[in-house]
């Protein structure tokens, strides 16, 4: 683990090191939960099985003990913040997270030049309010990305679309139903690039 500085204060950076790393992935965590949530640690056995060095980020209202997620302004320079510090080296950056934490990494993505980002779990609105739709978060991403999304999550489907990809698995917003097909979407992906 590595601590961080950010203008927001400390970060926390859990590295999973690859034995022979051809990329490194970036995953940070939901509005309420942590690093250890089941999706991203699937995600992290994915990557590391097709040697992609995977870390996880705990933003610093989670490092500072509180529940509540910052908001998004403070969440994306304290995410900026971290990747410019990680010993990524000269390996192509992909980035992504779960719920909030794909929504970070898709407004940041250009910022930190990434490959390409994995959204788990992406929130496209709030339950029951489709109207407010978080599409243009997505649309802004100009690089490929892979959405693995529960089948009844009900912060919506995303849509596909040229360079975005949609892998609907069972089960709901926390991803835990299966995963197996979460894993395989993961690999997958990440070997085609």
């Given amino acids: 683990m590595i601590e961080l500085e950010t203008p927001h204060g400390p970060a926390r950076a859990h590295v999973n090191e690859a034995e022979a790393p051809v990329a490194t992935l970036v995953l940070g965590h939901g509005a309420g939960g942590g690093v250890g949530a089941p999706d991203l640690k699937a995600a992290t056995e994915a990557a590391l099985a097709v040697n992609v060095t995977t870390i996880l980020v705990e933003q610093p209202y989670r490092v500072a003990g509180r529940k509540s997620a ?103 917003h926390s991803l835990r139903s299966d995963k197996a097909a979460l894993d395989a979407a993961v690999r997958r992906w990440l070997q085609a690039r």
């Avoid at 000269?90 to 910022?111: E, N, W």
């Avoid at 649309?139 to 009900?154: A, H, K």
């Fill in 70 to 172: 910052a908001p998004a302004a403070q969440l994306d320079t304290a995410w900026v913040a971290v990747v410019e510090q990680l010993p990524i080296g000269d390996l192509p950056l992909y980035v992504g997270g779960r719920s909030s934490g794909a929504r970070v990494a898709c407004r940041t993505s250009a910022a930190v030049n990434a490959a390409g980002v994995l959204c788990l779990a992406f929130p496209l609105h709030a339950p029951g309010r489709p109207e407010k739709t978080r599409l243009p978060e997505l649309e802004q991403v100009t690089v490929p990305v892979l959405i693995v999304q529960g089948e009844s999550d009900p912060f919506g489907m995303p849509p596909a679309a040229p360079g975005r990809e949609v892998v609907a698995i069972k089960g709901n």
